[in-house]
Structures are given as structure tokens and as C-alpha cells.
């Protein structure tokens, strides 16, 4: 078989296997057995098992990947709620990895017919099938309801050499490196590239660059002194408490800090109080006298309304004044915290969307807080994920981000530990100081460089007193923001269909050149 046509590399059955260990592997890449690099190794067996295959059997090996891969990384999905969640969110995902495993296989076919150059090979291949996994993780970032951008290959790299890369191009920009990288490797090998060492120089210059690259520096312009406070209330969706439980285990925990001397701020998590104190007169007098003695505001969150609209809603609360500052949830999770298309889906599962009773309702109020001596971005809970929500933070003036999330629906699994490492990401992707605080934990405080300065042990009650660094200066991420992606996405889809062109004409050539012949 000619070179610019090749067979399969790996029978169907054998890539088949191939593919489900490579999904298993690419997920002990990520949180929380968070050995990085695996998701290489996942990468490579996921793309190996790709070449030479035709659409539908392409289709079949990347959906046995995203299925091996999915059905690990989100299994806390079924914790309370059974496995019927849990299938169903994996399997779907799987079905967008199948798409993107059959643009990948055409790449693999369509570039060696296009052009018999080695460095084509070498080069415009391994960024091309970068580009469309890419693409594969865009739509699963935005369809449908918003969509799900967990599972990233960025989201592996939190502790990694490589995490300084998203100061520069963002998540996406990472990801986009990462595959590169590893297909860059497997056409290394399989054009026999050690007959000549210069072959291996793309690979090896993009290696270094994204190892080497530091965090673009971003400005120091003093401190903050954080209190954050993890009560470890029975804040799960099924735990069984009264009305004010939360917010009794919250001001509990609060209480042996209420002498710390200068505090600026205290952070409550997702949920906080289990009563909305722009409702209750005597639970705004507690939040008023806590910021009384700390001479301090405090952010808090609690579930608010406006007629029949339910909202996830962060205060800013300050003695005296109340609430003088609000953010409602950005991004609502789609059957978790509302159903959409609700009537399609009572008809079909409604024991499970059953559940929940109330639908939270998108907020459009700006994603920061003014403190005074700070500005906070801002992001609750899943939040954190969608890249535009942290981009505008930084853009509307934050000098340090404040997550707040709920944990407890998953205690006992890897889900805080991979949300926690895409707050370690989004530190570095806009050089900020993070606070992450949790009902139940993981909690901590992480400086720009995405390192660990304070943290709380999960499930248990605490709270942290924080000297956290305030910095200014927009990275290229956050000034690029989604140029990127769309860059990457509308190049390698562009680059797909023009290999697709030029290698249509050249087999009508071939054609053409054969008939006169004749």
C-alpha cells in the first residue's frame, strides 16, 4: 500500500481495544488519580487507533474512547441520583467524541493524498488533528443547553509543566498543544523520522516552548486578608435537615476567626444560607452583625427570587446596608439545577426530573464585586468552567476571583478534586489569586502561579485566614479570550476541507492522466 494511503494501522478489533484503554487512561490523567501523563498516552492510543479507518468504524472506535473515558470521569453523576444520569450524560458525550474521532480519521486520510511531502506530515498533520479535537470539545462545550466543557485535555494539566501554556491561548490553546504534541510523535514514528533528526525538530521546538513558556507576568498591587469559612452542613441535596442548618454550621464555623484582627473580607460558599436574608429580617441581622464585628463585608450566597424566577445569587453584604451588590449564576446546570424542555423530559424520566421542583433562572448582572480595597471576580460553583464568565471577571477590573461552590452532592468522589484543578487553571490563565471555597470542601487559596497557599481539609468544618495577593494586567488569554478558540475551531475545520479539495482534484488528474492514456 502506497505511503499517502495507508491501511489501518490496528485491526478493528484490536482498535477497538485500543481505544477503551485509551479512554481509561486519558482519565486517570485527570483528578483525582491526577497521574498527567497518562492523558498523553490516552491521546496517543485514542489517535493510533484512528488511522486508516473508514468513517463508520472510526465512528465506532472514537465513541468505545468517549465512552471508556466518560463513563470514569463524571461517575459521581450517579452517587444520589442512580445510573440512569450517569449513562445517559456519558453516553451522550460519547456520540460528540464519535464525530470528532471521524473528522480526525478523515485528516489521517485526506492530508497524505493532498500532498507527499514529509513535512506536511510532519507538520500541518499533527495541527490539523489537534485542530479537530478541538473542534469536538467546542461543541461539546456549547451544545446543547449551554453545553459541558468538563474533561478537557487542558483540565489534566493543572499540576503539569504545560499549565503555564493558558496565560497564553487559554484552555483551549492547551488542549490544542497537547494533541499536537502527541500526533506530532506518532507521524514522527511512523515516517521512521530517527533516519533523519531534523525531522524532529517541530515536535521537539513545540515541546520545549510549551514547557519552558513561564505564566505571562501579571502586576502585584498588594494584599487582601481573606477569611473563608467551610461549615460542612448538611447542604446536599438529599440531606436531611431543617430550614437555617446550613447557615447555623456555617456561622459556627465562622465563629473562632470573628477576633482575626483586619480582616477585609469573609467569604462565605455556594449556599451558605439556606435562608435569603433580603427575605428575613432576622437573618440579614446576622449578616449584619458579622459584618459589624469584622468591620468587613461579606460575600455570601443564598437562592433569591423576583416574582417567579428562582436565582443562585451571590451578595455582597455590608452592616448596615445589606445587600449593596448582587451576582446571580451565570450558567445554571442543565438538569441540576432546572430542567430544560420540560415537558419532553417528565415524559420520559419524570420520576428522576421529578426532583427538582424549582428551575434556576440565568443571571445577567456583571460577574464581579467592588470590596472596596478590591475588586472580586466572581463564579459559582460550575461557573468556573465556561471560559467568557472568567475572561469578563478580569476584563471588568477583578484583582482576585472568589469561587464559590457546593460540594456535597458528590462527597467521597473525584469531583471537587477536578473542579479544584480547573480553579488552579483559571489562577494561572488570568495571573490571579483564587479562593475557592466549598460547603464540604476541597477548599483552598491559590496564588497566581496556581500553587497552594492555604487550603481546608475536606469534610470537615473550618475557615482560613488568608493574606491572598492582589495583582492587575490582562494575560493574552483573557485579551485573545474566545478569539482562540474560534481561530483553532474555523482553521482546522478550513484546513479539513481543503485537503478534502485538493485531494478530490488530484485523483481526477489521476483519472484524467489514465483516460488519455487509454
Do not use: H
Request: proline letters at 7%.
Amino acid at each position: 500500500m502506497p505511503e499517502n494511503d495507508p491501511r489501518p494501522l490496528l485491526p478493528l478489533w484490536v482498535a477497538l481495544l485500543a481505544a477503551i484503554a485509551g479512554g481509561l487512561l486519558y482519565d486517570l490523567g485527570f483528578p483525582g488519580a491526577g497521574i498527567w501523563p497518562l492523558a498523553f498516552v490516552g491521546i496517543a492510543l485514542a489517535l493510533v487507533s484512528l488511522i486508516g479507518r473508514s468513517g463508520w468504524s472510526a465512528a465506532l472506535v472514537g465513541f468505545a474512547f468517549g465512552v471508556a473515558f466518560y463513563l470514569q470521569q463524571v461517575s459521581w453523576t450517579a452517587l444520589y441520583l442512580g445510573p440512569v444520569p450517569w449513562l445517559a450524560l456519558s453516553i451522550f458525550e460519547s456520540f460528540f467524541v464519535a464525530g470528532g474521532a471521524v473528522l480526525i480519521t478523515l485528516a489521517y486520510r485526506w492530508v497524505p493524498r493532498a500532498s507527499s511531502s514529509r513535512w506536511v506530515r510532519l507538520i500541518w498533520l499533527p495541527l490539523l488533528v489537534a485542530g479537530l479535537w478541538c473542534v469536538r470539545e467546542a461543541a461539546t462545550g456549547t451544545i446543547p443547553y449551554g453545553g459541558f466543557p468538563w474533561g478537557r485535555a487542558a483540565q489534566s494539566q493543572s499540576e503539569s509543566p504545560f499549565a503555564d501554556v493558558v496565560s497564553w491561548v487559554g484552555s483551549t490553546g492547551l488542549s490544542f498543544i497537547m494533541v499536537a504534541l502527541v500526533a506530532g510523535v506518532i507521524e514522527w514514528v511512523r515516517l521512521r523520522g530517527w533516519q533523519d533528526l531534523r525531522s524532529a525538530v517541530p515536535v521537539a521546538a513545540l515541546a520545549l516552548v510549551a514547557i519552558l513558556v513561564p505564566a505571562w507576568p501579571t502586576t502585584t498591587t498588594g494584599e487582601l486578608r481573606v477569611a473563608s469559612v467551610q461549615g460542612n452542613g448538611p447542604a446536599g441535596y438529599f440531606d436531611e435537615r431543617e430550614p437555617g442548618d446550613v447557615l447555623e454550621a456555617q456561622l459556627e464555623a465562622t465563629e473562632p476567626i470573628l477576633d482575626e484582627p483586619d480582616i477585609d473580607v469573609l467569604l462565605w460558599p455556594e449556599g451558605g444560607s439556606d435562608i435569603d436574608p433580603t427575605r428575613s429580617p432576622d437573618v440579614a441581622d446576622i449578616f449584619d452583625d458579622l459584618s459589624e464585628q469584622l468591620d468587613a463585608p461579606v460575600v455570601l450566597n443564598t437562592v433569591t427570587t423576583n416574582g417567579a424566577e428562582f436565582f443562585n445569587t451571590s451578595l455582597l453584604w455590608r452592616a448596615g446596608e445589606g445587600a449593596v451588590a448582587s451576582y446571580d449564576k451565570r450558567n445554571p446546570v442543565p438538569f441540576g439545577e432546572y430542567i430544560p424542555d420540560r415537558w419532553f423530559y417528565d415524559a420520559i424520566a419524570g420520576d428522576l426530573t421529578g426532583l427538582i421542583q424549582r428551575g434556576y433562572t440565568p443571571g445577567t448582572n456583571p460577574p464581579v464585586f467592588d470590596l472596596g480595597d478590591a475588586v472580586t471576580g466572581l463564579a459559582i460553583c460550575f461557573d468556573v468552567i465556561y471560559d467568557e464568565l472568567i475572561w469578563e471577571g478580569a476584563r471588568d477590573g477583578a484583582d482576585l476571583y472568589m469561587f464559590q461552590t457546593n460540594n456535597a452532592d458528590f462527597r467521597g468522589t473525584d469531583e471537587n478534586q477536578q473542579q479544584l484543578a480547573i480553579a488552579r487553571l483559571r489562577a494561572i490563565e488570568t495571573g490571579r489569586s483564587v479562593v475557592n471555597i466549598s460547603t464540604v470542601g476541597t477548599s483552598q487559596v491559590i496564588d497566581p502561579s496556581g500553587r497552594t497557599i492555604d487550603a481546608l481539609p475536606a469534610y470537615e468544618p473550618g475557615a482560613m485566614v488568608t493574606d491572598v495577593e492582589l495583582r492587575e494586567g490582562l494575560t493574552p488569554s483573557v485579551v485573545l479570550g474566545g478569539a482562540v478558540p474560534l481561530l483553532i475551531v474555523s482553521g482546522s475545520l478550513g484546513g479539513l476541507i481543503a485537503a478534502g479539495v485538493i485531494t478530490r482534484r488530484s485523483r481526477r488528474e489521476v483519472v484524467g492522466e489514465g483516460d488519455g492514456e487509454g
